[in-house]
């Protein structure tokens, strides 16, 4: 459309579709192949909101999910793959080791025993488990609007460091929060981690949310 000098103004999915018929609506031939796509992109989203709730569904009733769901920022897909990716927990001796298994540690550059350089992140590991937890992060960091204790250390380091440092970093204690209360059995409650049993109210209330997406 911007090749034959159609532009639209900011619209949103709802609108999206009526907008763009509208624009072309002049040319009979370009109404026609745009009505095409526009067909196609709306079984495109309906399978994928079909997709979605299946997600939901079974994290709804995967506890373990649920409590990681209640770190601000990490959703239904986040948490699945996190789980998923990592499927024994015992397998890391320290919680620190999951940053670096997911790639989200600094890569080392040495040349023997002089030059020691701490490069940019691996980037090792399951690419697709590392994006979940850098959207989360960044959600963390710029669409939660109550106060967290990581989140207040995220907008800390990005004073400093910039914002793209900051997300990688929040996403690296993400991992290492999430593991630990696969360990310890722990639930995350506003800004501190708290036993499962004095989370129970605020789980339930998340759960609640949750299980509303699948009406």
Same mark, same amino acid.
């Given at each position: 459309?911007?090749?034959?000098? +159609?532009?639209?103004?900011?619209?949103?999915?709802?609108?999206?579709?009526?907008?763009?018929?509208? @624009?072309?609506?002049? #040319?009979?031939?370009?109404?026609?192949?745009?009505?095409? &796509?526009?067909?196609? #992109?709306?079984?495109?989203?309906?399978?994928?909101?079909?997709?979605?709730?299946?997600?939901?569904?079974?994290?709804?009733?995967?506890?373990?999910?649920?409590?990681? &769901?209640? +770190?601000?920022?990490?959703?239904? +897909?986040?948490?699945? $793959?996190? &789980?998923?990716?990592?499927?024994?927990?015992?397998?890391?001796?320290?919680?620190?080791?999951?940053?670096?298994?997911?790639?989200?540690?600094?890569?080392?550059?040495?040349?023997? =025993?002089?030059?020691?350089?701490?490069?940019?992140?691996?980037?090792?590991?399951?690419?697709?488990?590392?994006? %979940?937890?850098?959207? %989360?992060?960044?959600?963390?960091?710029?669409?939660?609007?109550?106060?967290?204790? /990581?989140?207040?250390?995220?907008?800390?380091? @990005?004073?400093?460091?910039?914002?793209?440092?900051?997300?990688?970093? /929040?996403?690296?204690?993400?991992?290492? +929060?999430?593991?630990?209360?696969?360990?310890?059995? =722990?639930?995350?409650?506003?800004?501190? /981690?708290? $036993?499962? $049993?004095?989370?129970?109210?605020?789980?339930?209330?998340?759960?609640?949310?949750?299980?509303?997406?699948? @009406?």
């Amino acid at each position: 459309m911007r090749a034959l000098g +159609i532009r639209l103004n900011r619209v949103g999915r709802g609108a999206f579709a009526q907008a763009v018929s509208d @624009a072309v609506a002049g #040319d009979a031939l370009i109404a026609e192949l745009i009505d095409a &796509m526009l067909n196609a #992109d709306a079984a495109l989203w309906k399978e994928y909101c079909r997709l979605h709730r299946l997600v939901v569904k079974l994290v709804a009733g995967h506890e373990l999910c649920r409590r990681f &769901m209640q +770190i601000p920022g990490v959703g239904p +897909i986040a948490a699945l $793959s996190f &789980m998923t990716a990592i499927d024994d927990p015992s397998r890391f001796r320290r919680s620190r080791d999951v940053a670096a298994y997911f790639g989200l540690t600094s890569r080392r550059l040495q040349s023997g =025993t002089s030059i020691d350089v701490q490069g940019p992140i691996s980037k090792a590991g399951d690419a697709d488990v590392r994006r %979940a937890l850098y959207e %989360a992060a960044s959600a963390l960091l710029t669409r939660f609007k109550r106060r967290d204790k /990581v989140k207040t250390w995220g907008l800390a380091v @990005a004073k400093r460091s910039g914002h793209r440092k900051a997300v990688v970093a /929040v996403a690296r204690k993400l991992a290492v +929060i999430m593991h630990a209360m696969w360990c310890d059995g =722990t639930a995350y409650c506003g800004d501190q /981690v708290v $036993s499962a $049993s004095d989370a129970a109210a605020h789980a339930k209330r998340k759960d609640r949310r949750l299980l509303g997406a699948l @009406a």
